[in-house]
Antibody
Framework: EVQLVQSGAEVRKPGESLKISCKASGYAFTSYWIAWVRQMPGKGLEWMGIVYPGDSDTRYSPSFQGQVTISADKSITTAYLQWNILKASDTAIYYC?????????????WGQGTLVTVSS | QSALAQPASVSGSPGQSITISCTGTSSDVGSYNLVSWYQQYPGKVPKVMIF???KRPSGVSNRFSGSKSGNTASLTISGLQAEDEADYYCCSYAGSSTVVFGGGTKLTVL
């Protein structure tokens, strides 16, 4: 069974850094991209970017390029989403998801979401 | 890369059919038959209902169907049931390994 298990909720202050994780199991981690999706409070889904754990290739939405870093550690089948300088507007639920298709275009498995709260 | 346009809300009575539209551009919806739809209950994780315009994953009711014409994709739910009340999001491939979501539609079953 494909499973994506995300790290727990985080509370940070503006200006702080943060790295959240997504632990994958039940499939060949290095053969599929992993995506990150943001959902701000009461708002819709936003695709942030993807990482290919096989070679750490990454792609970003223009809206998130330079704002976050997506990475993966294939030795522990875990993907990451990282901020160096958090802003209050980063408060949201962040989902990791596994894209499928050729090219990858839909998501068949999702993590449970990580709530990130940024507040002074 | 702008979000795909969806109506903010739609409603229907049990047993009826409803259609949710998803309008993009010639750079996303119009260029690829790679539109998917997700159902999300409040506080829950999104679930794929349709992928690649009209394909249903195993386990999804055949009351859900998808189609596309030009730059607009559509999700139709027939035989509306109370359990269908949720938020629905479309998603389209947009080239260069990127995708874009719609703004979401809240479905109310009257």
């Amino acid at each position: 069974e494909v499973q994506l298990v995300q790290s727990g909720a985080e509370v940070r202050k503006p200006g702080e850094s943060l790295k959240i994780s997504c632990k994958a199991s039940g499939y060949a981690f290095t053969s599929y991209w992993i995506a990150w999706v943001r959902q701000m409070p009461g708002k819709g889904l936003e695709w942030m970017g993807i990482v290919y754990p096989g070679d750490s290739d990454t792609r970003y939405s223009p809206s998130f390029q330079g704002q976050v870093t997506i990475s993966a550690d294939k030795s522990i089948t875990t993907a990451y989403l990282q901020w160096n300088i958090l802003k209050a507007s980063d408060t949201a639920i962040y989902y990791c998801a596994r894209p499928r298709g050729s090219p990858d275009n839909w998501f068949d498995a999702w993590g449970q979401g990580t709530l990130v709260t940024v507040s002074s | 890369q702008s979000a795909l346009a969806q109506p903010a809300s739609v409603s229907g009575s049990p047993g009826q059919s409803i259609t949710i539209s998803c309008t993009g551009t010639s750079s996303d919806v119009g260029s690829y038959n790679l539109v998917s739809w997700y159902q999300q209950y409040p506080g829950k994780v999104p679930k794929v209902m349709i992928f690649e315009v009209s394909k249903r994953p195993s386990g999804v009711s055949n009351r859900f169907s998808g189609s596309k014409s030009g730059n607009t994709a559509s999700l139709t739910i027939s035989g509306l049931q109370a359990e269908d009340e949720a938020d629905y999001y479309c998603c389209s491939y947009a080239g260069s390994s990127t995708v874009v979501f719609g703004g979401g539609t809240k479905l109310t079953v009257l």
